[in-house]
């Protein structure tokens, strides 16, 4: 009975597997100093408000800066005054984005890869008024946590298509037309 299998080939596939998971290790730290980026920011400044000034050349307000702990305020205060839709979705959308990262570093890889994917759309949007739409002037940790975001996205896009079966959907159309 011989040898089912080449030593080279063996070397091959162990080496192929330890880059992988030297390439995953990267991630994986990657991961986790955006998660905690993410959370820092949650105390940072989103974006400035400028004051206005009123025909008379009075200041009616002053310039104020819009923070994500102000945003959980808001909606706890919305929540004590009965409007408990806007409070509950105001909490939850400062959670998803600020905190939602940091909870999926107990998952395994391709959990967190799928869920900051899908997480990433709504995250962005919320993202993008609270720093660029509600305020006048972006801030540092506006831009940090859109930037983490965006490395987010990249690095599940990436995991995800990874694991992408391309090879078995070619194999199939190949066989299904040499079949028929």
């Known amino acids: 009975m011989g040898r089912l299998y080449s030593a080279k080939f063996i070397e091959v596939i162990f080496s192929n597997a330890c880059v992988r998971y ?20 949650f105390v940072l400044p989103l974006s400035k408000c400028t004051s206005t000034v009123d025909p008379d050349g009075r200041v009616v307000a002053a310039a104020t800066y ?54 990433s759309f709504p995250a962005g949007y919320v993202l993008y008024c609270w720093v660029f739409l509600f305020g006048s002037a972006p801030q540092y940790g506006g831009i940090v946590a859109v930037g983490c975001w965006l490395i987010l996205f990249v690095i599940s896009t990436f995991c995800i298509l990874r694991r992408w079966p391309f090879r ?9 037309a040499r079949n028929s």
């Open 66 to 119: 819009l923070r994500a702990y102000d945003v959980v305020k808001g909606g706890w205060t919305d929540i004590h005054g009965q409007n408990l839709q806007n409070g509950i979705v105001t909490i939850f959308a400062a959670v998803v984005v600020f905190f939602l990262p940091f909870v999926c570093l107990t998952l395994n890889d391709v959990a967190q890869s799928v869920i900051h994917f899908v997480a």
């Open 22 to 41: 030297r390439q995953m290790q990267k991630l994986l730290t990657i991961r986790r100093f955006v998660a905690v980026l993410l959370a820092i920011c």
């Open 168 to 176: 078995r959907l070619f194999n199939s159309t190949v066989d299904g």
